[in-house]
């Protein structure tokens, strides 16, 4: 299996002979050694380029060179195209008018981003799903097109045009371009991101992170303030580390055993019970979120070793360290209600989707989220074929919540049911949603929905009935 992806990886082929041993792609290989790297980095720069010791400008160069020798590492070349998304996106924001800027950079920024995953798609390798160079991309692109809202929100609105998290979001003055590429590029996140805003991520650099700020979760809530410290990541890191661990373990060991595409095997549904099926599509789709679990959360405690991610501190005086964590698996594993799932799930995307789209969209923002959630994914048939369906879904769960759950609130053993129910109806209705955006090809996802189409129909019919 390595040997068939050797030529395929567009990085270093330093690591080629780990990759045969382990039996996995050599991308996937550099990625989680660049990772690994990456940490111990964080570590030296927290303690020997900590911002009592030297300046932002030494802090941004050195972010910067190692995100850019980490990203050579893995994609070769193909990292020029971070620069080049990069150069045309400032170039717009300096060249263009204020008024427009962001409208402007969101357009060049997304349709790059476009231009090269069609290219990867369908000229390179249409279907396979490893790391590719389009991945950082898709991170760089959130933080591009924040930071034009942003700057958009500071240089032309008033306070009294902004919400709470605008105000404080907002950026009174253009980025420098070794500020603006830091923020974009660094080593922290140049691989897995997560997304940060410019604000957050500046206070980090000069030091300033542990002042109070305000806060904002992926509900919309604001958080308290907090007192001004210097916290230690150590504790949360180790516990991220060994999540990443465990996760690891878990996705190598389940992944073969139970892959997505044997629920559309012929033989499989021929001779199956129905009830059975759905228990399948379930396990197969738990067996994979651990690889999720193991990149974010790696990716959130090598932040965290740099001294970025600070969130304030708990009840009990112990410190968060989630201000850009991307999920809260055991939110996930159990939640009660569609949006309950996707509130937890790639929490940093979901927040950036809301602050570019569904807060400014003025004609049927959850629509349109949906699809620029779609288009930023890639072009994928199943991609959108998810996503319509999740408009489906969040209809339709709405609909549950404001009609049906009323006639469970009147006593605790009620409430019980109506949560064991609700669960079980999330993780269906969510792996169902899902398996396209798994199995990639039109051709395999419309098999899969002719296969469990009556959950389409069951899903318009109950929204049009109830709403």
Not at 16 to 42: G, H, K, R, T, Y
Not at 203 to 222: L, S, W
Not at 442 to 455: A, D, M, N, T
Request: glycine share 6%.
């Amino acid at each position: 299996m390595a040997t068939q992806t050797t030529a395929s990886c567009t990085g270093s082929t330093l690591l080629q002979p780990i990759s045969e041993i382990i039996n996995l792609p050599v991308d996937q290989v550099n990625f989680v050694a660049c990772q690994l790297f990456a940490l111990m980095m964080a570590v030296w720069f927290r303690i020997y380029l900590h911002p009592s010791k030297t300046s932002p400008f030494i802090r941004h160069v050195v972010a910067t060179l190692l995100g850019f020798y980490l990203a050579l590492f893995c994609f070769g070349w193909y990292s020029l195209h971070f620069l080049v998304q990069s150069g045309l996106s400032y170039s717009v924001m300096v060249f263009a008018g204020l008024e427009h800027m962001h409208k402007y950079c969101f357009i060049v920024t997304l349709g790059y981003l476009l231009l090269c995953q069609i290219t990867r798609v369908y000229v390179f390798d249409y279907g396979m799903y490893s790391a590719d160079f389009t991945g950082p991309m898709m991170v760089i692109t959130q933080k591009i097109t924040s930071l034009a809202f942003e700057i958009h929100d500071g240089l032309t609105k008033r306070e009294g045009q902004l919400t709470p998290s605008q105000k404080y979001l907002a950026i009174s003055r253009m980025p420098s371009l070794l500020e603006y590429l830091s923020y974009n590029c660094n080593f922290m996140g140049i691989l897995a991101g997560p997304t940060c805003s410019y604000n957050d991520y500046m206070a980090f650099i000069e030091g300033t992170c542990y002042q109070p700020r305000h806060q904002e979760n992926a509900n919309g809530k604001e958080n308290g303030k907090y007192k001004q410290s210097e916290p230690s990541p150590k504790n949360d890191v180790i516990a991220k580390l060994c999540t990443c661990a465990i996760s690891l373990a878990i996705y190598l060991s389940l992944c073969q055993l139970l892959p997505v595409e044997h629920s559309i095997d012929d033989d499989f549904v021929s001779s199956t019970p129905f009830h059975l099926q759905v228990i399948y599509l379930y396990l197969a789709m738990l067996a994979l979120r651990p690889k999720y679990y193991f990149v974010w959360t790696l990716a959130d405690a090598i932040n965290n070793a740099a001294g970025f991610g600070f969130n304030g501190y708990n009840k009990d005086g112990s410190p968060r360290w989630d201000l850009i964590s991307n999920l809260r698996i055991l939110d996930i594993e159990f939640a009660t209600s569609f949006k309950m799932f996707l509130d937890n799930w790639n929490i940093q995307t979901a927040l950036w989707l809301k602050r570019v789209c569904y807060e400014r969209c003025h004609i049927n923002p959850m629509a349109a989220t949906f699809l620029l959630s779609a288009l930023w994914h890639g072009v994928y048939p199943g991609y959108y074929l998810t996503f319509l369906t999740g408009i489906a879904m969040t209809m339709a769960a709405r609909a549950v919540r404001h009609n049906i759950r009323p006639y469970f609130l009147v006593s605790d053993s009620y409430k019980r049911i109506y949560h064991v129910i609700t669960w079980a109806w999330t993780q269906v209705a969510i792996s169902y949603t899902v398996a396209p955006f798994v199995l990639l090809a039109v051709g395999p996802s419309l098999k899969f929905y002719r296969f469990f189409y009556g959950l389409h129909i069951f899903l318009v019919l109950f929204s049009n009935y109830y709403l």
